[in-house]
């Protein structure tokens, strides 16, 4: 039996590209916290809610998936304020 395995890697360079990762990572923390899983330091939804504003976790995940959408653009190209 074999198994092939593929890996992609990408190679986050810019700071757009850096910027957009750490936001994905964030939002994938954000989901897992909301099916119960824990972590040490402080929440995501903490570190999410100081930097981008919200009171409940539904206004956070909106603010974030607005400013992966925004980041999102300018690495597109499409240079939306």
Partial sequence: M???????IAVCDTPD?????????L???LRLELV???????SAFSVARR??????RKEVMQNVHLE???VKDRLNGHNRN
């Fill in 2 to 8: 074999t198994t092939t395995v593929a890996a992609a």
């Fill in 17 to 25: 590209q850096i910027r957009l990762f750490c936001l994905i990572s």
């Fill in 27 to 29: 939002k994938g923390s």
């Fill in 36 to 42: 119960g899983m824990k972590r040490r330091g402080h």
């Fill in 51 to 56: 930097e981008f504003g919200g009171q409940t």
């Fill in 68 to 70: 992966i959408e925004r």
